[in-house]
């Protein structure tokens, strides 16, 4: 066996390895950290990984001695968004519901992407937007459409001061992703410019614009983000919940929920109008399509 065979079947066996274990979950100090880990793909979120946050969120949440949640990425980025190529994808499964939706797996036309995407994307977010513990991410490299999701359902982001932020999906013909958030997370004017040119902002301009609480480095970026959550889970229990619902609630008051409702039907107007006009729900684009435009720009 040449070297080259050798290095590809171990290549193969760590793959195998780390798609048992794609989402890590561990408690210190009252702080619970829940790990994606697939970082051969960048965290890339597949249907599988998605019901693992849920369970673990769940398992968090159920934990009375936990009083802060961290979600974080393994490897050197937070998450590369949903996943639209990697040989786990598992867009065609059928998924244990959490909510009283049916199963997408069977289903054609507009019906398949629209019921899944209801649960697993827009409704999971809700989900865990509305988790009665507070919840950092702790990002570092890409954070990337469906990884931004994944930060901004989050009450506070600390992010490396090498972390970008992007959502490069108009390209698809798509208005942004499912988690419709952006002219909140970035005042409207920005967010437009965010979306327009799909361009990556730098963790130090999403900390000017109020999207990132802390900016920290690579090297410190666990012990600040467990200090921070250590911090935080000196407050009593109930006050956290009840100050996390009162903020939440003035955001959906100012229209956050019903943004992202007509949004969302905007969204799978244009999943649908990609499949009428190409065959294809992306408009004809995968991960490695993406890359390779979203480098062109680099
Ligand atoms: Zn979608």
Redesign the pocket.
């Known amino acids: 066996m040449s070297d080259k065979n050798s290095s590809a079947t171990a290549d193969a066996k760590n793959s195998a390895e780390e798609e048992k274990d794609i989402v890590l979950y561990s408690v210190t100090n009252g702080v619970a950290t829940v790990t994606m880990n697939r970082p051969t793909y960048h965290n890339a979120q597949n249907g599988r990984m998605t019901y693992e946050l849920d369970k673990a969120f769940k398992r968090a949440v159920d934990d009375d001695s936990v009083k802060v949640i961290v979600l974080k990425g393994s490897g050197k980025h937070f998450s590369a968004g949903?996943d639209i190529g990697t040989p786990g994808r598992d867009i065609n499964d059928s998924q244990e519901r959490v909510s009283m939706w049916y199963d997408h797996a069977n289903k054609e036309g507009g019906e398949f992407?629209y019921v899944r995407?209801q649960e697993a994307?827009l409704g999971m977010c809700r989900r865990w937007r509305e988790i009665p513990k507070p919840t950092i991410a702790a990002v570092q490299g890409a954070c990337i459409a469906g990884g931004l999701m994944l930060a901004w359902v989050c009450d506070l982001i600390v992010a490396t001061d090498d972390a970008f932020f992007s959502d490069p999906v108009v390209r698809m013909g798509?208005p942004g992703?499912?988690y419709f958030a952006h002219p909140y997370e970035l005042n409207p004017r920005i967010a437009k410019e965010f979306l327009f040119t799909g361009d990556r902002m730098s963790a130090e301009r999403a900390y000017q614009m109020g999207m990132v609480n802390r900016v920290s480095s690579r090297a410190t970026l666990d012990a600040d983000v467990q200090a921070l959550a250590e911090k935080i889970g000196e407050m009593p229990r109930m006050g956290l919940l009840l100050t996390k619902q009162a903020i939440n609630n003035v955001e959906d008051l100012q229209g956050k929920r019903a943004g992202m409702e007509a949004a969302f039907a905007w969204?799978?107007f244009s999943?649908a109008h990609n499949d009428l006009m190409t065959g294809h729900?992306l408009g004809g684009y995968d991960a490695k399509a993406m890359a390779a435009k979203n480098k062109e720009q680099d």
């Open positions: 949903h992407l995407e994307y798509i992703v499912e969204h799978h999943h729900k």
